[in-house]
Every structure is written in structure tokens, then in C-alpha cells.
């Protein structure tokens, strides 16, 4: 298993923005396949974004253009930066490290005015 802590999220307006962060310390996190899935109260748990070891990078069609995934390989994160979010897009984030099935404890993210 895989030590995985997200943080970032929190209560914004819709059409704002926020930053999820996922820390790996255990591991470096650029040598493999991360993933950010978020779960919403009733629903099942869907992927929102995934980053592989080389780079490559897939979106949920629901968040394409809206949300971005990247790298920090100097603080060794896995970041989600969020725009215009929507009130659909309220959940639970979780980060994922694929090679493991490792998740992080989540981070609540509410879109509400």
C-alpha cells in the first residue's frame, strides 16, 4: 500500500476554481500511473482524470476543458486544478497510485452559491 494525502478542496460559488494536491511521500510519484475519481452522495465512484508515468493524459468527457492534471515532480504531487466548476461536479476527490490500487482518504468538494 501507498501513503496518499489529498488536500484542497473546500465550499466555492459555481464558476469558480480550485486546486486538489495529492502527496505521495512514499513513493515517486512521476514513475507511475496517478488518478484523481471523485464520488458523489448516491452515486458510484468514476474517474475524472489519469496521468501515466509517460505523461499521457485522459479526461472524463464531463470535465474536458474544465479541469487539468499535472505533475510537480520537485514537491512529487499529483495536482487537479479545477475551473468552472459546477454544482454537478460536488464529491468526494480521491487519489489514486494504479500500480498498488492505493486511494488517498478524500477531500470533500461542495459547488454551491
Known amino acids: 500500500q501507498v501513503h496518499l494525502v489529498e488536500s484542497g478542496g473546500g465550499l466555492v460559488q459555481p464558476g469558480g476554481s480550485l486546486r486538489l494536491s495529492c502527496a505521495a511521500p512514499?513513493?515517486?510519484?512521476?514513475?507511475?500511473?496517478m488518478g484523481w475519481y471523485r464520488q458523489a452522495p448516491g452515486k458510484q465512484r468514476e474517474l475524472v482524470a489519469v496521468?501515466?508515468?509517460?505523461?499521457?493524459?485522459n479526461y472524463a468527457d464531463s470535465v474536458k476543458g474544465r479541469f487539468t492534471i499535472s505533475r510537480d515532480n520537485a514537491k512529487n504531487t499529483v495536482s487537479l486544478q479545477m475551473n468552472s466548476l459546477k454544482p454537478e461536479d460536488t464529491a468526494v476527490y480521491y487519489c489514486r497510485h494504479y500500480a498498488s490500487d492505493s486511494w488517498g482518504q478524500g477531500t470533500q468538494v461542495t459547488v454551491s452559491s
Open positions: 496521468i501515466s508515468s509517460s505523461g499521457s493524459i
Open positions: 512514499g513513493i515517486i510519484a512521476s514513475a507511475y500511473t
